[in-house]
């Protein structure tokens, strides 16, 4: 689902109201459903979080107010009539959701997708997090797309609190909710900072997400976020190769090298390590190292052409002198 409209509901009272009375009677909601049929929940009975900005949507204008909002909670200062014109489509009437998140990166913010589930989304509240949802308020033959921001819930009454239209606090049952969220894929959105990590997030969605801001030229941001990444999974190697990449390519080789210089120990049976340790030393001049770096990650991979590649190139500047006293010396299987 990559489409996002908001009808003017004023102008259809009729088809509404018969749509709300057919999702009442015919639509379910397995995951709230499934969620009262535990012996204990996830998360905390109730949370609301009272201090998220709201901002009044004007007509079509739902994605621009649901974004403000979600970046106003990061106290980044932005008008829904700001964000407009970035996101808003004239033609369609209505925001679409990567338009939404594209604009979220221009402010150096992760747009991070959660898990389509309820369980995502109540972590996520109950950690502090506001949810920007996308919701069908209509039917699957007549859709009325929504973006509205959940705030908050109560597991006792069973009620979700969201930031919706001109309404501050919309209250509606967590199943009218999951009815009218589950026509959107369960689609959900946090805006965070890219060194705090969402509870729920999973390693391959965030590095994507950090990757994302780099591609918009969020450089800071994505380092932050790629940061973030090898603090959290310092297992995972494309997290490592993500940040001394993006150093390497900004001409930052001297941390780029104090990275590798650290992790290589952890690392030295990744030959792709190898070969972008290589690039990483000959750019800093270190063109002996450079080609033995070439050489350990060829050991690994002998039919690589990359790194046949990669060792013909180091080898026509491994007679160079070395002189930096920073080059190090080293072994393809470290202590």
Same mark, same amino acid.
């Given at each position: 689902m990559n489409l996002s409209f908001n009808i003017d509901? @004023?102008?259809l009272p009729g088809v509404l109201l018969l749509s709300f009375l057919l999702l009442s009677g015919c639509a379910t909601a397995p995951q709230t459903k499934a969620l009262y049929e535990r012996s204990s929940m996830p998360v905390k009975p109730t949370v609301e979080l009272t201090d998220v900005p709201f901002f009044p949507q004007e007509k079509y204008q739902c994605g621009p107010a649901a974004l403000a909002t979600v970046l106003n909670y990061q106290k980044i200062k932005v008008s829904p009539d700001t964000l407009t014109p970035s996101i808003y489509v004239p033609e369609r009437q209505g925001s679409f959701q990567l338009e939404v998140m594209a604009a979220a990166r221009q402010y150096g913010q992760v747009a991070y997708v959660i898990n389509p589930s309820m369980d995502a989304l109540l972590k996520e509240v109950e950690a502090g997090n506001p949810v920007l949802v996308l919701q069908n308020l209509g039917l699957e033959s007549y859709p009325v797309w929504h973006f509205s921001v959940v705030v908050g819930y109560?597991? #006792? +009454?069973s009620t979700m609190t969201l930031r919706s239209g001109t309404t501050r606090r919309w209250q509606t049952s967590l199943s009218n909710f999951e009815q009218t969220w589950l026509r959107s894929d369960y689609w959900g959105l946090v805006v965070t900072d &890219? +060194? @705090?990590?969402? &509870?729920t997030a999973e390693y391959s969605v965030w590095? *994507? #997400?950090a990757y994302d801001l780099e591609s918009v030229q969020q450089f800071r941001a994505a380092e932050k976020a790629y940061l973030t990444a090898t603090r959290t999974w310092p297992e995972q190697k494309n997290a490592w190769l993500a940040l001394t990449n993006l150093y390497y390519q900004q001409g930052q080789t001297a941390k780029a090298l104090e990275v590798f210089s650290s992790i290589m120990s952890?690392?030295? *049976?990744s030959a792709e390590m190898w070969n972008n340790y290589a690039y990483v030393l000959q750019a800093e001049g270190c063109h002996k190292a450079a080609f033995k770096a070439a050489q350990c990650g060829l050991k690994l991979s002998p039919n690589d052409l990359n790194l046949q590649a990669t060792l013909a190139e180091m080898r026509s500047n491994s007679t160079l002198l070395s +002189?930096? @006293?920073h080059? &190090?010396?080293? *072994?393809? $299987? &470290? $202590?």
């Amino acid at each position: 689902m990559n489409l996002s409209f908001n009808i003017d509901t @004023r102008l259809l009272p009729g088809v509404l109201l018969l749509s709300f009375l057919l999702l009442s009677g015919c639509a379910t909601a397995p995951q709230t459903k499934a969620l009262y049929e535990r012996s204990s929940m996830p998360v905390k009975p109730t949370v609301e979080l009272t201090d998220v900005p709201f901002f009044p949507q004007e007509k079509y204008q739902c994605g621009p107010a649901a974004l403000a909002t979600v970046l106003n909670y990061q106290k980044i200062k932005v008008s829904p009539d700001t964000l407009t014109p970035s996101i808003y489509v004239p033609e369609r009437q209505g925001s679409f959701q990567l338009e939404v998140m594209a604009a979220a990166r221009q402010y150096g913010q992760v747009a991070y997708v959660i898990n389509p589930s309820m369980d995502a989304l109540l972590k996520e509240v109950e950690a502090g997090n506001p949810v920007l949802v996308l919701q069908n308020l209509g039917l699957e033959s007549y859709p009325v797309w929504h973006f509205s921001v959940v705030v908050g819930y109560d597991l #006792a +009454s069973s009620t979700m609190t969201l930031r919706s239209g001109t309404t501050r606090r919309w209250q509606t049952s967590l199943s009218n909710f999951e009815q009218t969220w589950l026509r959107s894929d369960y689609w959900g959105l946090v805006v965070t900072d &890219p +060194s @705090r990590l969402p &509870p729920t997030a999973e390693y391959s969605v965030w590095l *994507k #997400a950090a990757y994302d801001l780099e591609s918009v030229q969020q450089f800071r941001a994505a380092e932050k976020a790629y940061l973030t990444a090898t603090r959290t999974w310092p297992e995972q190697k494309n997290a490592w190769l993500a940040l001394t990449n993006l150093y390497y390519q900004q001409g930052q080789t001297a941390k780029a090298l104090e990275v590798f210089s650290s992790i290589m120990s952890d690392f030295s *049976k990744s030959a792709e390590m190898w070969n972008n340790y290589a690039y990483v030393l000959q750019a800093e001049g270190c063109h002996k190292a450079a080609f033995k770096a070439a050489q350990c990650g060829l050991k690994l991979s002998p039919n690589d052409l990359n790194l046949q590649a990669t060792l013909a190139e180091m080898r026509s500047n491994s007679t160079l002198l070395s +002189s930096q @006293r920073h080059c &190090p010396i080293l *072994k393809c $299987k &470290p $202590k």
